[in-house]
């Protein structure tokens, strides 16, 4: 009886401690933690291991730089709940130097990164958000008399790690946008990713802002195990990047069965059909958007939830380059090679299963990305065909 009574002692004091650094209750700390192994890809179990390492671990020193953006990387994290940034620099991360969130200005801050590196050397997370120009010798960004090629470099010798938060981080993003002025090829500064200017594949989380949870289950990642999660060529965390919008996204259905909204605002439009035919780049976009969501606001909160083409913001060559109305190219995707017409006209024509066994003759005697290519047309093609063999039909029967 006695072990109860101190066992539950424990209990109390562990969820009291809980409340008090997070503002949140055991039982909600421990579905965040459930959440973010489950963003990770983790086996089922694991959150004990990541709940135990927020729980315990020694607070890494972190030090944020800023370059060429928006903010809207750190925006979006300060947006993040369950536990808030906020939560996340006093408890889980020592954010030692942030330059839109730290009280300190001018000298105090340059003395605060200065001393976090001395203090925390070979130890501390080096998270960079916004690109580097690299014309001009970087003289396009400068902090407190420093380039960011400069500070990028001083603050990456001594870190254990380096995270790139955000696209322009990661690959150069809107500010390596090449004017479309004859005579330009690149970014009038020279905008360049944090790899790039480091000549070494360091972690990126892209995004245009980037989900926060993505940055979250990294940095946790990093407390619970000690390392970075596994990338891909890109430094993309593959629990994040590893697969294309289009193979998760709720609208994949419409797109199988050839139905599209072909203008703003139109009947497939308003019915949530497919975004493709409107520039939708999810098929050539490698991201969790459509299973992580935005903005802790329920299901469908993202781009293309929200009725707007994915313009692939996280992926190099794709956001930013490519006209956001201009169609995806199809990567390691195979859509039906025919589609049945959306709606049949009783007694006329061929029915469903008919256009389905039309369908496999199809696809049997041809494939390949022609096919493909044609195919992504058909379904509203065919009214005209359609009608075009009927005209001429009729034409001939009249001579
Ligand atoms: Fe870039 Fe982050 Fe886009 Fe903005 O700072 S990824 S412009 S959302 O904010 O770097
Ligand atoms: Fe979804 Fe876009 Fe793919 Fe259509 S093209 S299924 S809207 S990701
Ligand atoms: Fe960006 Fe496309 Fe996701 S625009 S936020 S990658 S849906």
Known sequence: MQ??????????GEEQEI????????????????????????PAGAEAAVAQAI??????????LHFQECTGCSESLLRAEHPTLEKLILDVISLDYHETLMAAAGHQAEKSRKDAMAANK???????????PTKEQGIYCKIGGHTALELLKECAADAAAVI??????????????VPSIPGWD????GAAG??????????????????????????????????????????????????????????RAHFDAGRFAMAFGDEGHRKGYCLYKLGCKGPETYANCPTLGFGDVGESNWPVGCGHPCIGCTEKGVGFA??????????????????????????????????????????????????????????????????????????????
Not at 122 to 132: D, F, H, P, S
């Open 164 to 177: 790139a938060i955000g696209s322009c981080a990661s690959w150069g993003g809107m500010p390596s946008t």
């Open 19 to 42: 409340e008090r650094r997070f503002g949140i209750s055991r039982r909600e700390f421990l579905k965040f933690c459930a959440g973010l192994a489950g963003t990770l890809g983790l």
């Open 122 to 132: 070979g130890k501390y997370l080096l998270v960079v958000e916004g690109a580097i």
């Open 322 to 399: 490519k006209p956001i109305h201009a169609m995806a190219k199809m990567l390691n995707v195979a859509p039906p090679l025919q589609y049945p017409r959306i709606t049949e006209d009783v007694g006329k024509g061929v029915s469903f299963a008919s256009a389905a066994a039309l369908a496999a003759i199809a696809g049997a005697a041809a494939g390949g990305a022609a096919m493909l290519a044609r195919n992504l047309g058909l379904s509203h093609q065919a009214a005209e065909l359609e009608k075009a063999k009927e005209g001429k039909a009729k034409t001939q029967a009249e001579a």
């Open 194 to 251: 944090v790899s790039e200017v480091l000549g070494k594949t360091v972690v990126t989380i892209p995004g245009c802002p980037p989900n926060p949870y993505n940055f979250l289950a990294t940095a946790v990642h990093f407390l619970t195990f000690g390392t970075l999660p596994a990338t891909d060529k890109l430094g993309r965390p593959l629990f994040a990047y590893g697969r294309l919008i289009h193979e998760n996204c709720e609208r």
């Open 186 to 189: 690149t970014s009038p500064t």
């Open 3 to 12: 072990d109860e009574g101190v066992l539950t002692c424990l209990v109390q």
């Open 55 to 64: 729980e315990s671990a020694k607070r890494p020193s972190v030090i944020w």
